[in-house]
C-alpha cells in the first residue's frame, strides 16, 4: 500500500525532472500538492466515512439487546375474572442466543470494510494528484506558447524592419512590407492568445485549492527536458501493487466475510425467556422459562448464501477485467511517452538546429536581394510550426508520464541514464 509521500513525490517527478531548482516563492508542482491535499473536500471524505464505518462496527460487535417485559393477565373479563382476584402477573427477562458466531461474521464484515478504505482512499488521492499534476501542465504549456508566440514576434519584427528598408530603397512592393506587418499582428495575435490561455490554466489550477483570483508565478520548468522511464515490463509487474487492483483484494475480503455472514444465518438462534409470575388469587409465585426457534433457518438462507457466492464470482471477473483495462491503458501510455520522447529528440537535434540556420541565411539572402520575401516568411514559419510541434510532443509525453505513475504509484524516473542513452536513432 502506498503512502501519500510516496504517492505524491512519484507525481512531482512527472513535470519536474530535469528542472532547475526553485530560487524563489514561486509556486511549484510540490506546493500544489501541499495546497491542494490541504484543502480538498475529497480529501477529507474518508476520515469522516471511516468514523461512519467505526460506528457502524461497534454496532455490530454489540450482542443482542435484553428484554424486560411485564405482562398482566386474568383481569377485566366475566364471571371470577371481572376483578382483580384472579389475575396474574408476569415479570420476564428475553433475549436471542446466537448460534453459527453470527457476532463474529457480522464484526469481520464490519472491519472488512474498514481496512477497505485504505487502497480506496490511496486511489482517490492519486487520481487527485494526477489532475493537479495536468492542471500544472497545462499552466506550463501556456507559458511556453507565450515564450513561442515571443520568438515569432521577434523574428517578424526583423522582416518588417528589412522589409520596410527594400521598400524605402525602392527594390520591393509596399505589399511585401503589409503582408510582413500582417504576419508581425498575427503572431501578436498568438501570443495574447497564450496570455488567455496562461490565465484560464492558472484559475482552472488554482480552482483546486479553492483560490478564486489566483496571485502565484509558476517556477521555472522546462517541458522539454523529458526524463528517461522504465521499460515496459518493469511498469507492467508494478500494476499488481497499484490501488486500482488492490482494492479488489480488499473487496474480496468483504465479499467473504458477507458470504460468512450468510452462511451464519443457516444456524437459527434460540429465543428465551426468564421470570416469575404471581398469581393474585392465591398469593403464590412461581418461576417461568422457555426457549422458542424459527423453523427452516437453513432453507431461508439459501438464497442470501447464493447471492454472496455470485457477487465474489463477479468480484474475480470484474478485477480480470479492470487487470487488462490498466493494462491497456499502461500499453498506450507506454508508447505515447516514447514515441514523443523520439520525436522532442529528433526535432531538438536534427530539425530545428538545421531550420535556424536556414532561417538566418534566408533572412540575410533578403537583405541581399538574393531571395523573395515570401521564401524568407515560409522558413520563419517552418521554424514556429515546428517549435510548436515539438512542445506538443513534448506536453503529451508528459502527460502520459502522469498516467503511468498514477497508474503504478511508482516514480519511474531513471537519473542514472540520459535519455540519449534510452532512445535509438
Aim: charged share 30%; net charge neutral.
Amino acid at each position: 500500500m502506498l503512502s501519500r509521500p510516496a504517492a505524491l513525490a512519484a507525481l512531482v517527478v512527472a513535470l519536474v525532472a530535469g528542472s532547475p531548482a526553485r530560487a524563489d516563492d514561486r509556486l511549484t508542482l510540490d506546493d500544489a500538492f501541499a495546497r491542494v491535499a490541504a484543502t480538498h473536500p475529497d480529501l477529507r471524505l474518508p476520515a469522516l466515512r471511516e468514523q461512519a464505518l467505526a460506528a457502524e462496527l461497534e454496532t455490530a460487535s454489540q450482542r443482542p439487546a435484553l428484554r424486560a417485559g411485564i405482562e398482566l393477565e386474568n383481569v377485566l373479563g366475566t364471571g371470577d375474572y371481572a376483578g382483580l382476584d384472579n389475575a396474574e402477573l408476569t415479570l420476564s427477562l428475553a433475549s436471542v442466543l446466537e448460534r453459527g458466531g453470527k457476532r463474529d461474521a457480522r464484526r469481520a464484515l464490519a472491519q472488512s470494510r474498514i481496512d477497505a478504505l485504505a487502497p480506496e482512499r490511496e486511489a482517490a488521492r492519486l487520481d487527485l494528484l494526477a489532475e493537479t499534476a495536468r492542471r500544472y501542465l497545462d499552466v506550463v504549456a501556456a507559458q511556453r506558447q507565450r515564450d513561442l508566440a515571443d520568438a515569432d514576434i521577434a523574428q517578424r519584427r526583423r522582416t518588417v524592419v528589412a522589409a520596410q528598408h527594400r521598400f524605402d530603397a525602392g527594390a520591393s512592393p509596399e505589399s511585401v512590407v503589409l503582408t510582413a506587418q500582417a504576419a508581425l499582428a498575427r503572431a501578436e495575435l498568438e501570443r495574447r492568445r497564450a496570455q488567455q490561455a496562461q490565465e484560464a490554466a492558472r484559475q482552472h489550477l488554482a480552482a483546486l485549492w479553492g483560490e478564486r483570483e489566483p496571485r502565484f508565478d509558476l517556477a521555472p520548468q522546462d517541458p522539454l527536458a523529458l526524463p528517461m522511464i522504465a521499460d515496459f515490463d518493469v511498469l507492467a509487474s508494478l500494476l499488481e501493487r497499484t490501488p486500482d487492483l488492490a482494492r479488489f483484494a480488499d473487496q474480496r475480503r468483504i465479499g467473504e466475510a458477507r458470504l460468512q455472514l450468510a452462511r451464519s444465518q443457516a444456524k437459527t438462534d434460540l429465543d428465551w425467556q426468564f421470570g416469575a409470575r404471581a398469581f393474585n388469587g392465591t398469593d403464590d409465585v412461581a418461576l417461568i422459562a422457555g426457549v422458542s426457534m424459527p423453523l427452516g433457518g437453513t432453507r431461508r438462507a439459501q438464497p442470501e448464501i447464493r447471492a454472496a457466492q455470485t457477487e465474489l464470482a463477479m468480484l474475480e471477473v470484474e478485477r480480470e477485467s479492470r487487470g487488462l483495462s490498466l493494462y491497456s491503458t499502461l500499453v498506450e501510455a507506454h508508447g505515447r511517452y516514447r514515441v514523443a520522447q523520439l520525436e522532442v529528440l529528433r526535432l531538438r537535434d536534427d530539425v530545428l538546429p538545421k531550420l535556424a540556420r536556414a532561417e538566418a541565411a534566408a533572412e540575410r539572402a533578403y537583405r541581399a536581394g538574393a531571395i523573395s520575401y515570401l521564401e524568407w516568411a515560409q522558413l520563419q514559419s517552418e521554424r514556429t510550426a515546428t517549435a510548436r510541434q515539438q512542445l506538443d510532443a513534448a506536453l503529451d509525453a508528459r502527460r502520459a508520464l502522469i498516467e503511468i505513475q498514477r497508474l503504478t504509484g511508482e516514480a519511474l524516473v531513471l537519473p542514472a541514464r540520459s535519455m540519449e542513452q534510452g532512445v535509438s536513432p
